[in-house]
């Protein structure tokens, strides 16, 4: 785990879910731990252990989504010299060398039948045996378990064990996704904007331009916190001016005008004969559904569109008009409607 995270947040959301973790990590029993990808599931797992009596015993992680199935339990229990082809040597799995500490395990729902059998035994009895051997080996681990996945309704469907489930989940903390944690970007913007100026060299932090903050507050951040570590530091590092506030930010890296050309299917058979196929109509999005006023909706796109062009080309105003397609002349226009200034 990258010591240099840090839990950052102001939500109550997010508060409520770090509160309960604290009070969760005296206790011995198993703390299942759901959210998203990127909201935090690891450093929840930390602080359950830094805060027990185990905080000076070991902690291992291991996720499950790593390893291919057949090595999931030799991983796990550990295995006896020539108990399968390339076991040319005797060695611990996880649980004895998490003895008397918390042993995580990350993208738990990936688990095979056959390893959530092994481990319900682990868990109910304190015993593992390694693959190959008769012997079982008593240990003292504390269970941290997390997942993005819907659990109960794999339990349901017979995808996963529900007694394993039961057992797992003396308590449960859901992570709120960032995009409900209201006040939380903007305080991890600058968080992370300020350590990547430092790690630059800046002298200073700019901060970003009113119409980026927007952008990152009105994003929905499917990638949770992790995502926006990237698009801040991305956003820092290809900024020019530390005198001036960031005024551009690209939320997908992979978008270019350059990207391989990708062909599309070709049409079926029965499209051929000159008959195009019939598609019902795109729906309307939602907030269309809101717009009252289409002279103001039309201007305030019209802006969005501007600021994000200009902060793309770093002001520069006759390649901003030649992106957009308008004459230099225009796009002052543009500017001095929307009342712009760089």
Same mark, same amino acid.
């Given at each position: ?144 378990? #997390? ?7 794999? #339990? ?127 729906? #309307? ?18 802006? #969005? ?38």
């Amino acid at each position: 785990m990258e010591r240099a995270q840090q839990f950052i947040g102001q939500s109550g959301a997010f508060l409520d879910a770090v509160e309960r973790a604290s009070r969760a990590a005296p206790m011995r029993r198993p703390v299942l731990v759901i959210g998203e990808r990127g909201t935090g599931k690891e450093l929840i797992a930390e602080r359950l252990h830094r805060l027990s009596s185990r905080w000076d015993e070991p902690l291992v992680t291991m996720n499950c989504a790593a390893l291919p199935e057949t090595l999931i339990e030799a991983e796990l229990f550990g295995h006896e010299a020539g108990a399968f082809t390339g076991a040319t040597k005797t060695r611990a799995g996880r649980f004895e060398e998490a003895d008397k500490g918390t042993l995580f395990l990350d993208e738990l729902g990936t688990l095979s039948m056959a390893a959530q059998e092994r481990l319900l035994r682990a868990v109910e009895y304190g015993e593992v045996t390694r693959i190959g051997s008769n012997r079982p080996v008593r240990v003292d681990v504390r269970i941290v378990a #997390a997942t993005n996945e819907d659990l109960p309704a794999k #339990a349901e469907r017979g995808e996963f064990r529900a007694d394993l489930l039961d057992r797992l989940s003396f308590e449960v903390i859901t992570l709120p996704p960032l995009r409900v944690r209201e006040g939380d970007v903007a305080v991890l913007s600058d968080h992370f904007g300020r350590r990547m100026a430092a790690e630059l060299g800046w002298e200073g932090w700019p901060g970003f331009a009113p119409h980026v903050a927007r952008q990152l507050d009105e994003y929905a951040w499917p990638g949770n916190v992790r995502e926006l570590r990237n698009v801040i530091e991305r956003a820092v590092y290809r900024w020019d001016d530390w005198e001036e506030p960031i005024g551009h930010v690209q939320f997908d890296p992979f978008d270019s005008p350059w990207k391989p050309f990708v062909p599309k299917p070709r049409a079926p058979e029965a499209w051929r004969d000159g008959a195009a196929p019939t598609t019902p109509p795109a729906a #309307a999005p939602a907030e269309l559904d809101t717009v009252d006023d289409l002279r103001a909706a039309v201007d305030a796109h019209e802006r #969005a569109i501007l600021e994000h062009a200009l902060g793309k080309h770093r002001w520069n105003q006759r390649q901003t008009a030649k992106a957009l397609g308008l004459s230099y002349d225009q796009l002052r226009h543009c500017i001095k409607k929307h009342g712009l200034s760089e």
